[in-house]
Nanobody
Framework: VQLQASGGGVAQAGGSLRLSCAAS????????MGWYRQTPGQQRELVAA????????EYGYSMKGRFTISRDNAKNTIYLEMNSLKPEDTAVYYC??????????WGQGTLVTVSS
């Protein structure tokens, strides 16, 4: 599975950004896809995930109500709509695909910078 992320950039506090992640390869083995983020010296943390079968979602605690993850199965693409951005949302965001075989696939990171 290959993942191609796009859409990072700079936003002001209170603004919005949208990330996209296009997947290719054997998508039949993917059970969910999601976004994680990481800042220097910190562990990678879950931002949001969406199950490919059924579409149920999970969010990191500080993202609930501000971020929305969605998917387009026909395009093998997931999206992350980020609203009410805060400076603490500044991080490198990584797209992830997970399989029931405990395999993690990662896209290249995309930097999101939120200015105060």
């Amino acid at each position: 599975v290959q993942l191609q992320a796009s859409g990072g950039g700079v936003a002001q506090a209170g603004g919005s950004l949208r990330l996209s992640c296009a997947a290719s390869g054997n998508m039949f083995i993917v059970s969910y896809m999601g976004w994680y983020r990481q800042t220097p010296g910190q562990q990678r943390e879950l931002v949001a995930a969406i199950y490919m079968d059924g579409g149920s979602t999970e969010y990191g605690y500080s993202m609930k109500g501000r971020f929305t993850i969605s998917r387009d199965n026909a395009k093998n693409t997931i999206y992350l709509e980020m609203n009410s951005l805060k400076p603490e949302d500044t991080a490198v965001y990584y797209c992830n695909a997970y399989t029931p075989f405990n395999e993690d696939y990662w896209g290249q990171g995309t930097l999101v910078t939120v200015s105060s």
